[in-house]
């Protein structure tokens, strides 16, 4: 098993931007992917981003394409997700997510291990 904590969420202004980090725990000696998701008040989870063991390749939804960017630090077990030029609309809570089967990756089934979310908001 794997567990994953979040961190680095926060309250920003539109344009700005943060880090989240996403640090794994237990069976992480194993090649594993990691995705990022979010969910916005009232709106299903939505993928954001994925990443494999090697960190090639990475995926990311249109929405955060060209602004996001996710990278990973495999001998410090980590994932991060930097975040510029924040929007009002990228408000949510994100959640990290792990798997040691590597599908599509942007989809919630994909995970077979969740973190407990950081929140994430962004004022106009």
């Known amino acids: 098993q794997v567990q994953l904590v979040e961190s680095g969420g926060g309250l920003v202004q539109a344009g700005d931007s943060l880090r989240l980090s996403c640090a794994a725990s237990?069976?992480?000696?194993?090649?594993?992917?990691v995705g990022w998701f979010r969910q916005a008040p009232g709106k299903e989870r939505e993928f954001v981003a994925a990443?494999?063991?090697?960190?090639?390749?990475?995926n990311y939804a249109d929405s955060v394409k060209d602004r996001f960017t996710i990278s990973r630090d495999n001998a410090e077990n980590t994932v991060y997700l930097q975040m510029n030029s924040l929007k009002p609309e990228d408000t949510a809570i994100y959640y990290c997510?792990?798997?040691?089967?590597?599908?599509?990756?942007?989809?919630?089934?994909?995970?077979?291990?969740w973190g407990q979310g950081t929140q994430v908001t962004v004022s106009s």
């Open positions: 990443i494999s063991w090697t960190g090639r390749p990475t």
């Open positions: 997510a792990a798997t040691f089967v590597g599908s599509t990756l942007f989809r919630e089934y994909d995970y077979d291990y």
């Open positions: 237990g069976r992480t000696s194993s090649s594993y992917f």
